[in-house]
Nanobody, 116 residues
């Protein structure tokens, strides 16, 4: 059974930094795509960043230049380094993973709160 476990959320002041991790388990092969989505209160879930197994990345315009996504395929772990955080980055951050033609999997989410 595939499981995605996020860690690293918490409370940080505006301008600060925070790092998230997502550990994947239960998959027979490396996920082709992994990513982070977030959902702020009262808003729809939105894409933050994705990364392929080969290391190609895609980041939302709102986080470009501030967030970095990375993964370690050998450890089945993905990371999101968030710098220059803003109050509008406050959200529950969800880990996402899938194979190109497979079912998407989601973590349970980790809360990031940025105080002004």
């Amino acid at each position: 059974q595939v499981q995605l476990a996020e860690s690293g959320g918490g409370l940080v002041q505006a301008g600060g930094s925070l790092g998230l991790s997502c550990a994947a388990s239960g998959s027979k092969s490396t996920f082709d795509i992994m990513g982070w989505y977030r959902q702020a209160p009262g808003k729809q879930r939105e894409l933050v960043a994705t990364i392929t197994s080969g290391g190609s990345t895609n980041l939302a315009d709102s986080v470009k230049g501030r967030f970095t996504i990375a993964r370690d395929n050998a450890k089945s772990t993905m990371y999101l380094q968030m710098n220059s955080l803003r109050p509008e980055d406050t959200a529950v951050y969800y880990c996402y993973a899938r194979h190109y033609f497979g079912t998407p999997y989601w973590g349970k989410g980790t809360l990031v709160t940025v105080s002004s």
